[in-house]
């Protein structure tokens, strides 16, 4: 498994330290994604764990049409660039159409690409284009090895610089589970892997107009991922979940990340 830069002083993969890819679901308003990123750069500098702050401009799958969506991308990649000079930490968000990746580019440090859109060859390939480190997530109607082919259409654009993300697996209706096993398998295709603690636990559509899930389980399923040897974790986290404007039920609330990552990294040491 190669290590991949995701920026000048963050490598992932090898003996590198767990990447921590965490913030709200969605852009709610400026004031919010300053005051969580600092938080969680607090925690993960006193750790020694690299951070990278996530929030989503614009959540294009949603359960509903009067889902709120978020600020949209002008607005949205103006609060996360001063997210990125104010606070000091690369950002990442999701991008749903190829359009969005040159402008995008011009702000994150990664682009993500969500799950339902991991086989869309335009996509993929416009996200490589810009020569940016990728998360892909693995879609959850895909087998582990899968996702090599997704890796082949960024690598065909001279774009090495790819992670892969397990975010569970569609069990029947309104349900995932989270095959552990996929871990190990996507490392072998030569790609560190990022485990979705948080959208793991979702039920998709399972509140009818929304989706739901057990957030106490995520704690659970990160800690299995990262005895299996996962290069970094993917969390969502808001100061008031039960009040968030989109994954309410999964977000983990934001004072509980710390004694969660400190966890996390006994349990890394040991696997590793």
Wanted: charged share 25%.
């Amino acid at each position: 498994m190669d290590e991949v830069p995701v920026c000048d002083d963050i490598q992932v993969g090898g003996s590198n330290a767990l990447l921590v890819i965490a913030g709200p679901c969605v852009i709610e308003n400026r004031d919010m994604c300053l005051r969580i990123a600092e938080h969680l750069r607090a925690v993960c500098q006193n750790l020694g764990l690299p951070y990278v702050f996530k929030s989503s401009f614009d959540k294009a799958n949603r359960t509903s049409i009067s889902s709120y969506r978020g600020p949209g991308l002008e607005e949205g990649l103006r609060i996360l660039e001063e997210v990125r000079e104010e606070v000091g930490v690369p950002v990442l968000s999701d991008v749903h159409e190829p359009y969005q990746t040159e402008p995008a580019s011009e702000v994150l440090d990664v682009l993500q690409v969500p799950a339902f859109l991991c086989r869309q060859t335009d996509l993929v390939v416009a996200c490589a284009d810009t020569g940016l480190p990728i998360n892909v997530k693995k879609g959850q109607f895909m087998a582990p090895e899968d996702m090599g082919r997704v890796a082949e259409k960024i690598r065909s654009r001279d774009n090495e610089r790819i992670l892969l993300c397990e975010r569970g697996t569609s069990f029947g209706y309104h349900d995932l589970v989270v095959d552990i096993r996929s871990i190990p398998r996507m490392q072998a295709l030569g790609y560190p892997v990022i485990f979705d603690g948080t959208h793991a636990t979702q039920q998709p559509g399972g509140q009818g107009d929304t989706s739901g899930g057990n957030r106490e389980m995520a704690p659970i399923l990160a800690a299995a991922a990262v005895a299996a040897g996962a290069n970094g974790l993917f969390l969502e986290t808001h100061p008031e979940p039960q009040n968030a404007l989109s994954d309410s039920a999964t977000m983990l609330p934001l004072d509980q990340i710390a004694r969660m990552l400190e966890k996390l990294c006994s349990i890394a040491d040991v696997a590793r």
